[in-house]
């Protein structure tokens, strides 16, 4: 970790007031650490609106000082998620080598990092107006490992970082441990850029017309339909060396020196034509199937890759416990790989893999190596955002001429069983929302698993996405295994759904809405502890359907960040097909005073506010 002066060690007592920082490369955020446990965290864009926003994340830095009643100057520490000074020696370096070919991007390589990556420390000081000497550094891959090892229920643990590239490192192995009640975190080993998975598969994303650094998990989907029939060739692009680690063989790839193309005409030779990314994916033609044999392809060489290097981590370490960090965390397919053939008992993926969790695993990598201040359990849920006013949400469906009811707890969860018993989709906020790119129960769309109807109604109505994504399951984790294929230490895997696991076949035709191609799922296992509401919705849906499980998908539409506040809820239910909107005790129907009450489905009651059943 880089200070601008060495502050004063802090006394054990003292209770410090830490703010962590992601910003200027991709999903911006911040998170704070009061007295050794996080209080908020959120990402810029759920603020902004703006999705994946990378700009200085002001509004979650707002969000998070005015929650928790602090000025900027009552701020111990400001902790930036990785050392600018070394990226831009990296950005620096590479372009030199790989002169006079990077001409192009050099230039544009210099004003990123001049414009912002450069000046971090000015940018911080001049925002927060705190003195330069708090602000601090730590490494991009220490981030990731604290967000993983220090927010994770054990006490010792293997931990494993892989994402796209940080300052220099891709991938790093190393141990966690909390001794005394102090934790120590050692990343032993790095392999360094060029050389990385997370830059390997989006080398694949953009070849596939995706949209790198967004829309990895669409390959992640696409393979299912494919056959890895192009492992052979994707083995090619990257070997294991001799230490464990792996090399990429450069000729096929650009993206170490042009900004504008990831992959070498060589990797064109090897593969075919990329994909335009305006054609549309017709899996009934060659081309069609060709890209998904690439998808498949590499997400096996993927796993493969990840399986070994764990397997030897679990080996040197003899640690049953593994936790897994950066944005190569957010495969779950390969996590669920990991799990089953690595030898761990217990793989821990926080809620927030990517950069944006690097914000709270900044702060928490200073609050207990930076200044050892005493290891305390982070609470294991991902609920650490603004809250839902639901007050709100009365008010302007009051003012929009919109029916609503109010319920107590137990009416309400009845009322929304029902109606995603007779098929209605439902806008589901509750409490805080969700740090991190998926949405756990608190700002969720709800529907019933059952149908490949209610799928299609989903991607055509709500969602506008591509027809081969799947859609995840929640399901009670006491029950999990009756319905999913979990391997030991897959309930844990699957409490921020950061696993695929077969669903078992014989309810695949129960739960055919969420239940991918090749028989798969990316199931949340949900603790009652955790959204005790939800779990109360999927009891109730369970007594009246026989099957406690509910389809469970982020609450936006595409484009859009995942909805925050009760008005932004209720703009996204009157612009697409949702049927009912529930947050705290309100529930609105779709459907205006004037609208004929007899025609109106069962669980549209129909009573208006004044009347409502609360
Ligand atoms: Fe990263």
Known sequence: ?????????????????????????????????????????????????????????????????????LDPSQLDAVVFYERSLLKFERILTCALRAFP????????????????????????????????????????????????????????????????????????????????????IELQREIRYPHSLGLLYSTFTAYLGFAVNEDEYKVMGLAAYGRPTLAADVRRLIRRTADGGFAIEPEYFEYHTTAQRSYSSR????????????????????????????????????????????????????????????????????????LAESGFERLFVPPAPGDAGCAIGAALYADRIYFGNPHREVPDHPFWGPEVDAADLTRVAREDGQIFDQFDDGALVDHVAAALAADAIVGWMDGRCEFGPRALGHRSILAAPHSHETRDRLN???KNREGFRPFAPVVPIEVASRYFELPSGGARLGRFMSGVFPVRPEWRDAL?????????????????????????????????????ILLNTSFNVAGEPIVTTALEGYSTFRRCGLDLLVAGPTVISKRSRSTDEKEAPAWQSGSMAESGAV
Not at 31 to 60: N, T
Not at 297 to 315: C, F, G, N, T, Y
Not at 519 to 535: D, F, H, I, K, N
């Open 460 to 462: 055509r109505d709500i």
């Open 101 to 184: 070919r990077s001409w192009r991007s050099f230039p544009h390589a210099m004003r990123n990092s001049l414009g912002e990556k450069m000046w971090v420390r000015g940018i911080i000081a001049s925002h927060l107006e705190v003195p330069r000497q708090k602000i601090l550094f730590t490494d991009h891959h220490a981030s990731h490992a604290a967000a993983a090892f220090l927010t994770a229920p054990t006490r010792e643990a293997a931990i494993l970082t892989a994402d796209g590239v940080g300052e220099w490192a891709t991938l790093t192995a190393g141990r966690g441990r909390c001794e005394d009640g102090h934790a120590q």
């Open 512 to 548: 055919a809405a969420v239940t991918h191609v090749d028989g798969s799922a990316r199931v949340q296992t949900l603790e009652q502890a955790m959204a005790p509401r939800l779990y109360a919705l999927l009891q109730a849906y369970g007594r009246k359907t026989g099957v406690p």
């Open 1 to 69: 970790m880089v200070a601008g002066a060495a502050p004063d060690r802090a006394d054990e007592s003292v209770l410090m007031n830490i703010l962590g920082l992601s910003a200027h490369y991709h999903d911006s955020a911040a998170a704070l650490i009061v007295d050794g446990l996080p209080v908020c965290a959120v990402q810029e864009e759920r603020l902004s609106r703006r999705k994946h926003d990378s700009g200085f994340p002001v509004a979650a830095i707002d969000y998070c000082l005015t929650h928790a009643g």
């Open 267 to 338: 990797f064109v030779d090897l593969f075919g034509p990329p994909r335009d990314p305006y054609d549309p994916i017709d899996l009934d033609t060659a081309e069609g199937r060709r890209f998904a044999n690439c998808a498949a392809s590499v997400q096996q060489v993927l796993e493969e890759l990840l399986v070994d290097i764990a397997r030897d981590l679990r080996r040197e370490s003899g640690l049953p416990d593994l936790c897994v960090g950066g944005g190569v965390a957010l495969n779950g397919v390969a996590n669920g790989r990991v």
